[in-house]
């Protein structure tokens, strides 16, 4: 009889437990994110949370004045040329060269906001200006068919938007029909040459067989204080190589890892 009394108790005390509302608000304990404050149900059982407003122009007026501030100290013309200039055309020795926007950004940690927002708005977003674009086209071979892609790892995301029209369109195109095996879809677009020609180009792409068969130009690139690391990816069959440089007396100039390891944001 004793045991059985205790198991009542004790089941008792759960459901109760389970049921209890301590704040009083209509959410049980269980549910209730805040369970010793009064909230919302669409809070979670938390206040209605308070916006501080001031903080958040506060914030804004101090990150603009950074990103104004890092802007106009840093000469991302002359570094984006640089970065450019750098690439090493001898491993671009495919018919396919896929070049690609560069969609990603690798911040390292001690990274400030200053450095993640201007990277972003003035190199990765202005990489291939008319110079650049231009000059890179010229060191190439001939026969190669260039696609341009937001990934270089994947045709299926075909984007000529970010890249200088006036230069494209100057020169000899084709259409080249590819099929993506390992997502299965067909996918029709513009190629860019070289070499004068009409002929429509048909392969696969196959992610799990791509190696040895396509190169690409892809851009990775991290800023640490004042030196920048830029990893290129050539080709699918080796790993990316790394370059650095650093900003000295207004001037990007060739750096090493060791500086770039050896970097302290302020």
């Known amino acids: 009889m004793k045991s059985i009394t205790i198991f009542f108790l004790f089941f008792s005390v759960k459901i109760f437990s389970q049921n209890t509302d301590t704040d009083g608000d209509g959410i049980i304990d269980h549910f209730d994110k805040c ?22 122009e506060d914030d804004k ?24 200039s750098s690439i090493d055309v001898k491993y671009l020795d495919k018919e396919i060269l896929f070049i690609s926007l560069k969609d990603e950004y690798m911040t390292d940690c001690g990274g400030y906001y200053s450095d993640d927002l201007a990277l ?18 010229k060191k190439i071979n001939k026969n190669i068919k260039i696609l341009t892609v937001q990934s270089y790892d994947s045709p299926g995301n075909f984007d000529m938007n970010y ?19 390992s997502k299965n879809t067909d996918i029709n677009t513009k190629y860019i040459s070289m070499k004068n020609t009409s002929e429509n180009l048909v ?64």
């Open 203 to 266: 392969f696969d792409f196959d992610y799990e067989k791509r190696y040895g068969v396509y190169s690409s130009v892809y851009i990775q690139v991290a800023l640490k204080d004042n030196v920048l690391r830029a990893i290129y990816y050539y080709n699918f069959e080796f790993g990316g190589l790394a370059k650095y440089f650093k900003f000295k007396n207004g001037k990007w100039i060739i750096s090493s890892k060791f500086d770039y390891e050896n970097a302290v944001n302020n």
């Open 61 to 84: 007026i101090r990150q603009e004045k950074q990103f104004l501030d890092f802007t106009q100290n840093y000469n991302f013309e002359q570094l984006s040329n640089l970065i450019i």
């Open 35 to 56: 369970p010793k404050e009064q909230g919302r149900i669409e809070d979670n059982g938390c206040p209605k949370p308070v916006i501080n407003y001031k903080k958040i």
């Open 120 to 137: 972003r708005f003035n190199i990765i977003n202005n990489i291939w200006n008319d110079n650049n674009f231009s000059q890179f086209i």
């Open 163 to 181: 890249f200088p029209q006036n230069i494209i369109n100057q020169l000899p195109s084709g259409r080249v029909k590819i099929k993506d095996t």
